[in-house]
């Protein structure tokens, strides 16, 4: 018992003394490297924060989700861009064929909503040309385009479908450099059994620009000794 206990005292004591040594080395201010580290850093929980998505499945009027168009169809939306992947994975839940959608977000609410139905369950592409997403989005002034599509699954408990194909990552590429190009950022989806997965992201320089963090960082640089440790610690952590 006192071997244990003296482990336990020599693992805070060690743990201590680590960060009194980190403490120490690190009142200097950050170096103009660090600065860009840390303005890295910031954009990142930035944009997280920003595109945050419920991880849980939902339900969808029965109704709508029967007489959603095959053809292809815009429908006007009101929705939490927080919650808008959960719901188009659950109108595609259960889907036979593949099917696509597209849609665009302005202020963290999706506002238009494209549908179309693919040809069978193995492939589906929009019947929207690359032009016409990007002047759609142009248009409803949006900060992001978000694309899903469904695999259908034969068997659940043999296959795995939530893997993005070899086709869609090089369509996903495709529209997304068309469409950050425009500074609107792109995100693309599989969506399985009412799940949604990401696989594809991309955000222009525009979106929380890097510059401008790097400026705030610099003006909350080398003033104070306790301040430059913080930033330090801001930079080093998870």
């Known amino acids: 018992m006192n071997f244990i206990f003296a ?17 120490i080395l690190h009142l200097r201010p950050l170096s103009e490297n660090e600065v860009k580290d840390l303005a890295e850093k910031r954009r990142k929980k930035l944009i997280n924060n920003y595109y945050r998505f419920s991880s849980q499945e939902t339900t969808v009027d029965k109704e709508f ?22 719901i188009v994975a659950a109108l595609l839940k259960y889907k036979k064929h593949e099917w696509i959608v597209i849609g ?9 909503m494209w ?7 193995s492939s589906v592409t929009p019947l929207l040309s690359r032009e016409e997403i990007k002047n759609k ?13 469904n695999h259908p699954n034969s068997n659940p408990n043999y296959y795995d479908c ?19 190009e425009e500074n609107i950022n792109y995100i693309d989806f599989v969506c ?47």
């Open 7 to 23: 482990i336990i005292l020599l693992a805070v004591g060690f743990n201590l003394l680590r960060t009194l040594i980190f403490f």
């Open 65 to 86: 989700k029967s007489n959603m168009n095959p053809n292809g169809i815009y429908y006007e939306m009101d929705e939490d861009l927080y919650y808008f992947p959960a």
């Open 104 to 112: 665009f977000e302005k202020d963290k609410k999706i506002v238009l």
């Open 115 to 121: 549908v179309n139905k693919g040809e069978d369950n």
């Open 137 to 149: 989005a142009l248009k409803m002034n949006s900060n992001t385009v978000l694309k899903f599509h």
């Open 162 to 180: 939530t893997n993005p194909s070899k086709q869609d990552k090089l369509s996903a590429g495709v529209l997304s450099e068309e469409v950050v």
């Open 192 to 238: 399985e059994r009412g799940l949604h997965y990401k696989f594809h992201e991309d955000y222009n320089d525009n979106f929380y620009h890097i510059e401008k963090i790097i400026k705030k960082i610099e003006q909350e640089n080398n003033n104070t000794k306790l301040q430059n440790y913080k930033l330090h610690r801001e930079r080093v952590s998870k």
